[in-house]
């Protein structure tokens, strides 16, 4: 850790980040304060119903990381026990403010209730496809990534259960590994599985209807 002529550079590994962190240096927090926050209001936004809830849950992680340092063990990453806490919170946060059902009830249901991943009138009678899935590599690549695309695409995450949108979001929104999701949202391999699934073939279904209505 060095400081030259008023800027300041972080530790470069875990150990030494977390080792600062145990010994107050304000100057390495701040940095990885100003490194994750940004993403932690993201994920916070998918478990709680306002920017102004989140933002408070984010604060809240953050006490909690000052709280819980000592007991970081390393036995998952810096970053997956950071975000751990703040879903924990936001979880919390969110069934309160709804009075809803438990959260993970929501997961449950997500993953083993009985809604197909695909529409079932794209099959006939012996499954085979009736309209089989749009081939998208014939289209120009700026019709993919086109501004109104990815907001399609967006509004189509935006309207998924809660947490099949937490999955897609952190796996291909934000590009989180299988296990830090895992992890991050207690969640089994086969219950991640069922939730990306659906939640892709959704995203997916949205995208080709509108790709094919700009068709006709």
Do not use: C
């Amino acid at each position: 850790m060095e400081e030259t002529a008023g800027s300041y550079t972080a530790p470069a590994g875990q150990e030494e980040i977390v080792a600062a962190l145990r010994a107050g240096d304000e100057a390495t927090f701040a940095a990885l304060v100003d490194e994750l926050s940004p993403s932690m209001l993201r994920v916070a936004l998918m478990f709680v119903p306002t920017r102004a809830a989140a933002e408070d849950v984010v604060q809240e992680a953050w006490l909690g990381v000052l709280a819980g340092i000592g007991r970081f063990e390393g036995r998952s990453s810096l970053k997956t026990w950071i975000f751990r806490i703040l879903t924990n919170r936001a979880k919390t946060r969110g069934e309160r403010e709804r009075r809803t059902v438990p959260f993970s009830a929501l997961a449950a249901a997500d993953a083993d209730g009985d809604e197909p991943a695909v529409d079932p009138h794209r099959f006939v009678a012996d499954g085979h496809w009736r309209s089989a899935p749009d081939q998208w590599s014939s289209l120009p690549e700026s019709r993919l990534v086109g501004k109104e695309t990815l907001e399609l695409v967006q509004t189509a995450i935006d309207g998924l259960p809660e947490m099949q949108r937490a999955v897609i979001t952190l796996r291909d929104v934000q590009g989180w590994s299988s296990d830090d999701v895992r992890n991050v949202l207690d969640l089994s391999e086969s219950n991640q599985r069922v939730l990306l699934h659906r939640a892709r073939s959704k995203v997916r279904q949205a995208l080709e209807s509108y790709l094919q209505g700009e068709g006709t």
